[in-house]
Antibody
Framework: QVQLVQSGAEVKKPGASVKVSCKAS????????MHWVRQAPGQGFEWMGW????????IYAQKFQGRVTMTRDTAISTAYMELTRLRSDDTAVYYC????????????WGQGTLVTVSS | QSVLTQPPSASGTPGQRVTISCSGG????????VNWYQQLPGTAPKLLIY???QRPSGVPDRFSGSKSGTSASLAISGLQSEDEADYYC???????????FGGGTKLTVL
């Protein structure tokens, strides 16, 4: 079965960076783009971008360009999302989510990683 | 402010049928398919409906989806207490070249 297992919660100070990992299993990692989506406390979802694990090509939402970097390591079927110059309003649960087999929005989601930005 | 518009809340009694709407512009709902997700408190979203009206295996047939023009709907029949959750729609936006989401609808089972 498809599983996406993310790294644990992080607490960061403003201005720092965070890198979240997402280990995929149960399917061929390079066959499906990986989305990154975040959800601020009590809010809806915000798409950050996605990466094509087959080749590493990325598309980032304009809001995050210059601050986000998505990478992958195909040898260990793991995707990464790094966000720099963190601000308090970056406090959110960050999800990796696999592109759907028959649709562009996600099908399977990771369990989420809470990133708290606080001085 | 979310790109896709959903009602913030909906409610129904056990056994009832409820519908949740999702409306958006021509560059997303109008030209692309819609997914629906269920999010229980403190958990990750679960895919309920993909490509407007398809159910993944394991999702009860009480859940159904439809789309017409720039609006989509999720219907839940035979409402059960465990259906109490937040529901979100999502679609690909050709202009943004990314995924857009609705603001979510909190379903209460009375």
């Amino acid at each position: 079965q498809v599983q996406l297992v993310q790294s644990g919660a992080e607490v960061k100070k403003p201005g720092a960076s965070v890198k979240v990992s997402c280990k995929a299993s149960g399917y061929t990692f390079t066959d499906y783009y990986m989305h990154w989506v975040r959800q601020a406390p009590g809010q809806g979802f915000e798409w950050m971008g996605w990466i094509n694990p087959n080749g590493g090509g990325t598309i980032y939402a304009q809001k995050f360009q210059g601050r986000v970097t998505m990478t992958r390591d195909t040898a260990i079927s793991t995707a990464y999302m790094e966000l720099t110059r963190l601000r308090s309003d970056d406090t959110a649960v960050y999800y990796c989510a696999r592109r759907g087999r028959e649709s562009l929005p996600p099908d399977y989601w990771g369990q989420g990683t809470l990133v708290t930005v606080s001085s | 402010q979310s790109v896709l518009t959903q009602p913030p809340s909906a409610s129904g009694t056990p056994g009832q049928r409820v519908t949740i709407s999702c409306s958006g512009g021509s560059s997303y709902v109008g030209t692309n398919t819609v997914n629906w997700y269920q999010q229980l408190p403190g958990t990750a979203p679960k895919l309920l409906i993909y490509t407007n009206n398809q159910r993944p295996s394991g999702v009860p047939d009480r859940f159904s989806g439809s789309k017409s023009g720039t609006s989509a709907s999720l219907a839940i029949s035979g409402l059960q207490s465990e259906d109490e959750a937040d529901y979100y729609c999502a679609a690909w936006d050709d202009s943004l070249n990314g995924v857009v989401f609705g603001g979510g609808t909190k379903l209460t089972v009375l």
